[in-house]
Each structure stands twice: as C-alpha cells, then as structure tokens.
C-alpha cells in the first residue's frame, strides 16, 4: 500500500463527492436518471412556486450565455398567453436541461435544480447516497485529530447536504464542517480555492484537495494548495504523465496524517 504524507501545514481536508468520497456509477446511473426521468413532472407540479421560477430564471440567463454553443436550447421569457405558454416553456426547460446533462455540465443552474428535485427523493427515504468504504472511518479519525473536513463540489450545497443527510450509513452531516459549490466559483479555476481559504480562514496552503479530476487538482494546486488525485474503480483514467506528477491515492486511509506519523 502506498501512504501519503500529509504535510504539517495542513489543517483543512476539502474534498470533491462525485469520483472521490462517492462512485460515479452512484451519481451517473441513480442521481442523473432521476433528473431525467422526473423533471417534466416535477416542473409541471411546482411551476408556480418562487423557488421552481427561480430555477427557471437561472437557467434562462445561463441558456442566453449559451446561445453560441452547438446544440444549445433556448428558455423563451414569459409573455401574456397563459397556460399554453407555460407547456411550452416547461418544454424548452426539459430540453435544456436534458441538453446540458448529456454533455455532464457543471453549471450552478443545472445543479441548482437538480438540488430541489432530489430533495423529494432523499427525505422519502427513495434515494441513499453511496460512499465509498473508507471514507466515514477516514474522515471520523481526521476529525479526531484535529483536522477540519469541508466538501466543495459542483453539486449543489443543498444537494451536498441531501447526500451526507441521507447516505446508507445514515445521517453523517455532523462529519462535515462546510460546503462550497460552484456559487463561489467553478472548480478549474484556482481563485475559487483563494475564496475558499478565505472564507474558512485559513491559508490556501493549509488546505489538502481530494479529488479525481486533475484539471481541479492543477486550479488547486496552481493557487498553492496542496493535492491528492483519488484513484477509485470507475473513475476516468489518468495519462501516464499525470500519474508520475501527482501524488495518488486509492483510498483514504492511504493518508497519514502528521501525528501518526
Ligand atoms: C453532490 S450532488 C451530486 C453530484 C453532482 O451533481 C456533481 O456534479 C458532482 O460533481 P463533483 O464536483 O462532486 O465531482
Ligand atoms: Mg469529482
């Protein structure tokens, strides 16, 4: 087994969900199809509610910055004609959001409506989220050393916390000091990390990224935090350049943090 050191300086563990504390299949295969198999339904129900028009402005203005993308699709803007107005924008609003799934986009409008419609599915008991089996006992020995533990990932912090609120092991939020999503920045951008350290009140170099995506890694790493790339079954795979660069790891007790050493 291969153990990372984890250097004396770090004090915060931020960690990436989808690829890194939870399978990909878990959110490709359940989470995704959910989406898109209810987001007619679910648009047609809550329609009316503040929260559903919302979601729908948000992905008005992020489809109009999209206009010059293959294959983008419009969200008209409401006009006077009623109910038939709604059905057809309730279309344009499926189509785009089945748009942007099939290229896996990480827009906060996408993830913000996929927060809402999962909130339905986790607190019925419909959906638990997987994590990988190291993860809980890992992230409980951090906390006991001292460690903060904070996730940011593209998904939503209301989805986040649907997630750590429901997983199979039961509600483990309690183990998370704080989320962040792309509402502070996208993931491949390195100043998202500065805000980051920033709002926790560290140092970006007391920080240690997990996460599979190297394109992350390097934005974290080029901002001075340090980084792991997590290698799990099912990931995308690594160029034999990126697996020499970075320090890799397959689970996280390969961590060995700086008091028991
Ligand atoms: C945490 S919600 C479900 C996963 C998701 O929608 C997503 O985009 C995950 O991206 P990540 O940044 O965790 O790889
Ligand atoms: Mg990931």
New binding site residues.
């Given amino acids: 087994m291969v153990v990372l050191s984890v250097p004396a300086e770090v004090t915060v563990i931020l960690l990436?969900?989808?690829?890194?504390?939870?399978p990909?299949a878990f959110?490709k295969d359940i989470?995704?199809p959910y989406i898109k198999e209810n987001v007619k339904e679910y648009l047609q129900t809550h329609w009316e509610e503040e929260e559903c028009q919302q979601d729908v402005s948000l992905l008005r203005k992020q489809a109009e910055e999209d206009c010059h993308l293959d294959g983008a699709v419009p969200i008209p803007a409401a006009s006077e004609n009623g109910a038939d107005d709604s059905q057809l924008m309730i279309q344009a609003v499926v189509d785009n959001v089945c748009w942007q799934m099939s290229l896996?986009r990480?827009t906060t409008a996408l993830?913000q409506l996929?927060?809402h419609m999962?909130r339905a599915a986790f607190t019925a008991g419909h959906v638990k989220a997987e994590f990988f089996e190291d993860v809980i006992p890992a992230v409980r020995k951090w906390r006991e050393a001292g460690m903060k533990v904070y996730?940011?990932?593209?998904?939503?912090v209301e989805?986040?916390k649907?997630?750590f609120g429901h997983s199979t092991e039961g509600d483990i939020l309690e183990l998370v000091d704080g989320h962040f999503?792309t509402k502070i920045g996208h993931?491949v951008e390195s100043e998202s990390y500065r805000k980051i350290a920033d709002s926790i009140g560290c140092s970006t170099n007391n920080i240690l990224f997990l996460?599979?995506?190297t394109l992350?890694a390097s934005a974290a790493e080029d901002a001075d935090v340090h980084v792991a790339v997590v290698v799990r079954p099912g990931n995308a795979g690594l160029t034999d350049d990126e697996k020499t660069y970075y320090s890799l790891i397959t689970s996280f007790s390969d961590l060995n943090l700086p008091s028991s050493t």
Avoid: M, N, R
């Fill in positions: 990436d969900i989808e690829g890194t504390t939870t990909i959110v989470l995704f896996d990480k993830k996929q927060g999962w996730i940011y990932s593209s998904g939503s989805a986040q649907l997630l999503d993931k996460t599979d995506v992350e």
